[in-house]
C-alpha cells in the first residue's frame, strides 16, 4: 500500500476536508427555526408571567380575567415555563454548535463532549424544575380538593439523560483518539 | 515520551529540504513538521518504510531512544 493512499484530503491542519451535507444544511436550517420559535415562546412566557404577577399584585381589572386558575398559579405555571423555556434554549444553542462543528467536518472535538454534558445536565435541571412546579402548583391550586397530585416521575426523561451521559463520555473518548490520530504520521 | 526523532539531522546529512520529502513520500508538510519536531505521538510502519527509502537510511538512524528523568530513578531503584 502506498503512503499516498493513506493521506487522502487532509488539509494543513491534518483534518479531512469535507462539505456540508444536505442533511447536515437541513439540520441547521431547522435548529435554526427552533432557536428563534424558542426565543418567541420565552417572550411570550416573560409576557404572561408579567401579566400574572400585575394581578396577583392586585390590579383589579386583570385579576377579573382570570376564571379557571388564580393568579399565583398562572404566576407559578409560566415562571415554570420560563425556566423550561429557557433549558430548551440552551439545549437548542449546543446543538447548533455541534452542528456547525459537523459543518467544519471535524465533530470529535472536546468542546463536543462538554456540549453534551450541558445538555444532559439541562435536561435532568428541566426535569427537576417541572417536577417542583408541578407540586406547587398542585398546593396552590384552588380546584383541588386537599389532596396533593402525585409529581408525575418520567422515567424515559431519566434513561434519556443517561444515554446523554454516556454520549458524552464517548464522545470524548473520540475526540481523545482522534486527537491521538492527528499526532500519527 | 524517551524517543527521539532524528529527521533534521539525517536531512542535513542527505542535503534535502522537508519540502522535498514531504514530495517524495507525498505526506503533508504539515504532519512531517510534526514528526521533526518531536509533537507526533506514533508513527506507522508505511510512513517510517517511505522515509527510509527516500533518506536511504535505517529506522534506528531517525528514531532514538533516550530514558526520562523519572525512568532513570526507577532504573536505579
Known sequence: MGVETLYPDEDESGSATSKASPAIAFLNVLLTIIWWAGWVFLILFVLVFLYAGLSFLGVESLKRSFEVTTPLMALVSSASVIVVALVFLIIVKQLRKICQTLVTGDPFVPENANRLRIIWIAVASGEVIRLASTIIISLVSKTTDNAVQAPDLRVYVWFMVLALIILAEVFREGARMRQEQKLTV | ?77
Open chain 2, 1 to 77: 515520551m524517551g524517543i527521539r526523532v532524528n529527521l533534521d539531522r539525517v536531512l542535513l546529512d542527505r542535503r534535502m529540504s522537508l519540502t522535498e520529502l514531504s514530495d517524495r513520500i507525498g505526506i503533508t508538510l504539515a504532519n512531517l513538521s510534526i514528526l521533526k519536531t518531536g509533537k507526533a505521538r506514533a508513527v506507522r510502519f508505511s510512513t517510517l518504510s517511505a522515509l527510509c527509502r527516500e533518506l536511504n537510511c535505517q529506522p534506528a538512524d531517525l528514531l532514538v531512544y533516550e530514558p526520562e528523568e523519572d525512568e532513570h530513578s526507577k532504573a536505579a531503584q
